[in-house]
């Protein structure tokens, strides 16, 4: 059996559409809360997949969250390795910042289903059922900047850096591909004073993500799975 390894920051934001992907191509799937694990004790290069997860830190917070210094080393192990991890927001912030770029940010919030825009090589890729315009969850105030040899693949009028690869191992989204819009509600309130402050009406999210319904899932889950099937 393969096995996957999830490392998550908050419990509701979790694997999503993906999870179930996962486990019917046969996937172990062994959770680790990056808040509370001896990260120190993980074995990082074992799983088939490693999938770091998002959260309302940044990636350049270490000082405040100090755990965060032993996740980046454990994504340094895994990139090291050569074998497969996908990072989805703060996830692909931390791989961006190991592979030397920057990431800060943008100084606004770009929460909302919105659609991205491709690139050539997006285009070419496996999110190219994205360019026909269906709108994903964005949920961050922090960008990344593209790695160095690394592809760029999408990106929004807002932040220009929504998604790249190296190769067939690393993926890194910003936007929340793996977001069941009829699963939402959780995001809503777990996030409530973040939407406060921004001035952002759940009502509004809510009433997106019922407009989407089941329609993106199976959009979603194709396109992990295509980028699984990458040798």
């Known amino acids: 059996m393969k096995s996957a390894l999830i490392i998550r920051h908050l419990a509701f934001e979790n694997l999503g559409t993906l999870e179930s992907v996962l486990e019917h191509r046969g996937y172990e799937l062994h959770t680790v809360d990056a ?12 799983p088939d ?13 270490e000082q405040q969250y100090p755990f965060l210094m032993h996740e ?20 692909a912030q931390l791989i ?11 100084g606004v919030k770009e929460i909302g289903f919105a659609p991205v825009t491709l690139t050539e090589k997006g ?3 496996y999110l190219a059922p994205l360019a026909e315009g269906w709108p994903v969850l964005h949920w961050h105030g922090d960008q990344f900047q593209i790695p160095v040899g690394a592809q760029r693949l999408a990106g929004t009028a807002i932040c220009p850096n929504q998604a790249f ?11 929340h591909l793996e977001v069941d ?33 089941a329609r993106l899932a199976p959009i979603a889950q194709g396109i992990f799975c295509d980028w699984l099937d990458l040798a």
């Open 35 to 46: 808040t509370l694990a001896d990260l120190t004790a993980i074995d990082i290069v074992s």
């Open 49 to 61: 997949l490693v999938v770091v997860l998002g959260g309302p830190i940044g990636a350049f917070d």
């Open 72 to 91: 980046l080393a454990l994504v340094r192990k895994r990139l090291d390795s050569g074998r497969k991890i996908l990072g989805i927001c703060l996830g």
């Open 96 to 106: 961006a910042r190991v592979l030397g770029s920057q990431v800060g940010s943008m």
């Open 123 to 125: 285009q070419r890729s």
């Open 165 to 175: 690869s190296m190769g067939s191992a690393v993926l890194g989204l910003q936007f």
């Open 181 to 213: 819009p009829l699963c939402l509600e959780p995001w809503l309130v777990g996030h409530a004073a973040e939407l406060g402050v921004a001035g952002i009406e759940p009502v509004d999210l809510r009433d997106q993500a019922q407009a989407l319904g």
